[in-house]
């Protein structure tokens, strides 16, 4: 059973345009929200966290929301560009099984020149 | 600086052979695990380590076994390998800040298959 629910599983976005992909979970003792970049070949690099006392964060082109009543979160990319292409995982973190990491089912983003 | 390595980069076994894939890591951190990545699935846990001498087991353990005989080495063995253990595993590595991991470095995998 997937604990982070994510969606879409594949997204095809214009150069310049705004990439969202989005993820949900259940369990109320994950506390920290990271998102990870991965290229073909390579493992995931940690893109960009978030805590759940915070309603956004802003790195660059990427963006998290977080709505913690809903237990919902976002990655934006915003001027979306070719070089972006890649999978998107997000992840949450479990305060009670070893601060260990349960991830998404991935995002193939594909950015069309 | 070499991170997180991993060996071998690509294996192929036969079903019931055993064998060990290797990962070290040259950072010092605390926390190390073990993931298997396959289509449609993301990355699911299968073992990890908050330090030397201390495993548990994640999402999918069974088949496989670890041990964490020094901060730097985390071996992941497969047992009896069988045609669904066919996946990229990755070893990953973080720091402890005040008690709570925030964020892995990946290894660059290794991609096995059993036939």
């Known amino acids: 059973q997937q604990q982070v629910k994510q969606s879409p599983q594949s997204l095809i976005v214009q150069k310049g345009g705004i990439s969202i992909i989005n993820c949900a979970y259940e369990?109320?003792?994950?506390?920290?929200f990271p998102w990870y970049q991965q290229f073909p070949g390579k493992g995931p690099a940690l893109l960009i966290a978030i805590r759940p006392d915070v309603s956004e964060k802003k790195e660059g082109r990427f963006t998290i929301s977080f709505n913690k009543s809903a237990k919902q979160f976002s990655l934006h990319i915003m001027d979306s560009q070719p070089g972006d292409s890649a999978t998107y995982f997000c992840?949450?973190?479990?305060?009670?099984?070893?601060?260990?990491?349960?991830f998404g089912t991935g995002t193939s983003l594909t950015v069309i020149p | 600086n070499a991170g997180v390595t991993q060996t071998p980069k690509f294996q192929v076994l036969k079903t019931g052979q055993s064998m060990t894939l290797q990962c070290a890591q040259d950072?010092?951190?605390?926390?190390m695990s073990w993931y298997r990545q396959d289509p449609g699935m993301g990355l699911r846990l299968i073992h990890y380590s908050v330090g030397a001498g201390i495993t548990d087991q994640g999402e999918v353990p069974n088949g496989y076994n670890v041990s964490r005989s020094t901060t730097e080495d985390f071996p992941l063995r497969l047992l009896s390998a069988a045609p669904s253990q066919t996946s990229v595993y990755f070893c990953a590595s973080s720091y402890s800040l005040l008690g709570a991991n925030y964020g892995y470095t990946f290894g660059s995998g290794t991609r096995l298959t059993v036939v």
């Open positions: 950072m010092n951190h605390e926390y």
């Open positions: 992840a949450a973190r479990a305060s009670n099984t070893g601060n260990q990491f349960y």
């Open positions: 369990n109320t003792a994950f506390d920290y």
